[in-house]
């Protein structure tokens, strides 16, 4: 196969600099459909908002022989979730739109539950749940934007790939934390 070398055409592109240039990053070059984009950046950022709210609860809240353990996971898992709403509200503003962060209108937009759990088994249910939400929602963002938009899909498979190693981790702690969960059951229900 014969290599071919394309030509840049450097005064066409500088010229196309020039224009509409307080759209910052947004150049004539962007395909994706931006509005369609910025919902859907919005909606992974109250995704993410509810998550840390959710595990700093959770963090708190840790009772029983493996809660030190698990209250500590909870606070790294809350504070990536942080990382990862603080660089999709970046990604928003780059686009030229507004980071949402109503607190009224965030459990409405988020993908994820804000469930409390009863339990330390619960608590770590109900974040591998929402964990499990996100992976597949960044998933289909990602084939979505195709190569429309490769620093919004790159920056998605980074948090992607946060949002799976989260599920294992808690996968690996539900797995600790069951037996503890039938041994707190009454024995009148455990069928003694």
Known sequence: MKNQQTTLNVAALRARARQDVESGAVT???TADRPVVLQ????ALATELICVLRYRRHHFMARGIHSQTVATEFLAHSNE???????LAERIVQLGGEPDFSPASLPGRSHAEYLEGASLPE???ENLVAERIAIDSYREFIQYLADQDPTTRRLL???LA???QHADDLADLLQVTQPMAW????LAQRGA
Do not use: F, K
């Not at 859907?40 to 909606?43: P, Q």
């Open 28 to 30: 004539a070059g962007y």
């Open 40 to 43: 859907r950046l919005n909606d």
């Open 81 to 87: 979730e942080q990382g990862h709403a603080d660089q």
């Open 123 to 125: 608590m770590i249910h």
């Open 157 to 159: 498979e980074s948090i």
């Open 162 to 164: 946060v949002e799976e």
């Open 183 to 186: 041994a707190e059951t009454p």
